[in-house]
């Protein structure tokens, strides 16, 4: 009598069998299926053609969005009146370039002084608020500085409650700098934003380099100035940039506390004269035929916005390191 060895005909359509065999192969074929699909967040996938594209659309969109609108202010600056009325307002084809507009603009009227006078203010203004907000940084990033955490949430407290306008108008007044250019400088020579941004840095900076420059005998002033500073010219150079676009664009302190029309920055004769058609006096008539007056208003813009459009390349590679080391660490 022989033995069968193996499965025979009855194990070969056994459902339990089958049914193992099934969940074996599942189980081989289930890696490839997770191979497959990645498990990746999909901000982290490659993006699609048509997303691409899309991407590119919206940001020529947007970079047209920009340029666009300064092209149109330029050439119209520096357009004659002929080619200004023959395109019944901002002009956006040259039909003949002049410089008869920034002439006129920058001829030593009031438009010049206040140019000067921004720029001194902006300039005075930076040293200042860039020299305070390193000092106070510096001293609430050290742990052992003498009540740094009171003074650091006394300061935070300024970036969500103020004393108000009336307030602040009766101290700049009380302190006797009405028609001041301080008035334009103290009110708003520190900002606690910018203050917690280098502090958040300094903070980055690795302790123990300078507890070794303080058992060598660096004081705090040394370590500050030939160590924290030389490491932080990213953050320094971004909260300059931020004191010096306030200062340039300010207005509403020289409103409020500037009544005489010689001290005035160039902010205030823009507004007067670009956004309220106010006749800039110590300027040439701009209706008198020669230069038209839209050219004039766009010279004032175009003069306005130089200063940034100059500085701000330069700062632009800092930003990142600038800004968001800062601000996550802080």
């Known amino acids: 009598m022989s033995t069968s060895i193996g499965p025979g005909p009855s194990h070969v359509n056994d459902p339990v069998r089958q049914g193992v065999a099934t969940g074996v192969l599942a189980d081989a074929a289930r890696p490839a299926r997770r191979r497959r699909t990645s498990s990746r967040p999909v901000w982290d996938e490659e993006p699609s053609l048509p997303a691409q594209g899309a991407k590119g ?8 969005a920009v340029l666009v609108p300064l092209y149109t202010i330029i050439l119209t600056s520096l357009s ?21 507009a920034y002439r006129q603009v920058l001829s030593g009227g009031i438009v010049t002084r206040a140019v000067i006078v921004s720029l001194g203010v902006t300039a005075v203004g930076t040293a200042l608020s860039l020299t305070v907000s390193v000092l106070a940084a510096y001293g609430l990033s050290r742990p052992g500085s003498f ?6 949430f006394l300061m935070l407290g300024t970036m969500f409650f103020g004393a108000g306008m009336i307030p602040m108008y009766l101290l700049v007044s009380g302190l006797g700098l009405i028609d001041s250019y301080w008035a334009l400088i103290l009110p708003s020579a520190i900002s606690a934003f910018n203050i917690v941004i280098m502090r958040g840095f300094f903070q980055g900076i690795d302790q123990g380099i300078l507890e070794s420059a303080r058992i060598d005998g660096a004081s705090d002033w040394r370590i500050l100035f030939q160590m924290v500073l030389p490491m932080s010219k990213a953050v320094v150079a971004v909260v300059a940039l931020f004191y010096a676009v306030g200062y340039w664009n300010a207005f509403f302190n020289a409103i409020l506390y500037i009544n005489d029309s010689a001290k005035q920055p160039l902010q205030v004769v823009l507004r007067s004269f670009v956004l309220q058609g106010v006749s800039v006096p110590g300027q040439v008539d701009v209706g008198s035929g020669e230069v038209a007056t839209l050219a004039v208003q766009m010279a004032v813009m175009v003069i306005a ?14 930003f990142k390191t600038g800004v968001m080391i800062g601000a996550v660490k802080g």
């Open 57 to 64: 659309i919206v940001l020529v969109l947007i970079c047209l």
């Open 80 to 100: 004659p009146q002929g080619a200004i009325t023959r395109a019944g307002g901002l002009v956006l084809l040259p039909d003949g370039i002049t410089l008869d």
């Open 147 to 152: 009540l740094h955490t009171p003074i650091l």
């Open 305 to 318: 916005l130089v200063p940034v459009v100059i500085v701000y390349p330069f700062i632009q590679r800092h």
